[in-house]
């Protein structure tokens, strides 16, 4: 079993909608990383949270570090959004390794 | 420009032959890393580098050797390339371990081992 799952695995939305991925993780962690994988392969990285909430633009990201749970909202989603959202954990055992989610493989369309 | 960069893009190999595949930032960021991504698998950590001459074992580290002898430079060897090792490969860097700080992702390397 993945230390850390990421729900759904694919989504389309129209554009315009309210989107939310959900990141699950079973393993104390110490940071969890929100990363974004374009169409054409390159990885950028969304947002680190150890705790709380992180807004950057459209993009809004929260952690619940008590249930173990990571999301990440789009608000007024737009094409330009279709990637796949990958959820990144650091376990605090291990302090300086990465664990990921499978992805959420995301399509706005017009 | 703030970059990491990764050489070559693409390979196609044969087993067995000898291949390194390059690594290079210019944040002077202490720490790197190399990850395999398969499908239905996702992104799974190879190896990682806190600093020069620190490194260790990620997830996935059969197969494969790292060296970081300079800060800016974190090569990924296979010595002897199974097919299995078939992938696309990232590097990326960040400027301090624990996993406090965003990472730098590079383009990829897309790795055919016949």
């Known amino acids: 079993k993945n230390e850390v799952e990421q729900s759904p695995q694919n989504l389309t939305a129209q554009e315009g909608e309210f989107i939310t991925i959900n990141c699950s993780y079973s393993v104390g962690i110490s940071a969890l990383h929100w990363l974004q994988q374009h169409p054409g392969g390159g990885i950028v990285s969304l947002f680190m949270?150890?705790?709380g909430k992180k807004k950057h633009g459209r993009l809004i990201a929260t952690i619940n570090i008590q249930e173990k749970h990571s999301s990440l909202h789009i608000t007024a989603s737009h094409p330009r959004d279709s990637a796949v959202y990958i959820c990144a954990v650091i376990r605090v055992r291990t302090g300086n390794q990465f664990y990921f989610g499978t992805g959420t493989s995301l399509t706005v369309i017009p | 420009e703030a970059q990491v960069t990764q050489n070559p893009r693409y390979l196609i190999t044969v087993t067995g032959k000898k291949l390194t595949v390059t690594c290079s930032q210019n944040m002077n960021h202490e720490y790197m890393s190399w990850y395999r991504q398969d499908p239905g698998l996702g992104l799974r950590q190879i190896y990682y580098s806190m600093n020069v001459e620190v490194t260790d074992k990620g997830d996935v580290p059969e197969g494969y050797k790292v060296s970081r002898k300079e800060k800016r430079n974190f090569p990924l060897i296979l010595e002897s390339p199974s097919p299995n090792q078939t992938s696309l490969y990232f590097c990326?860097?960040?400027?301090?371990?624990?996993?406090?700080?965003?990472?730098?992702f590079g383009p990829g390397t897309r790795l055919t081992v016949l």
């Open positions: 990326a860097s960040s400027l301090s371990a624990g996993g406090r700080n965003e990472q730098f």
């Open positions: 949270l150890s705790s």
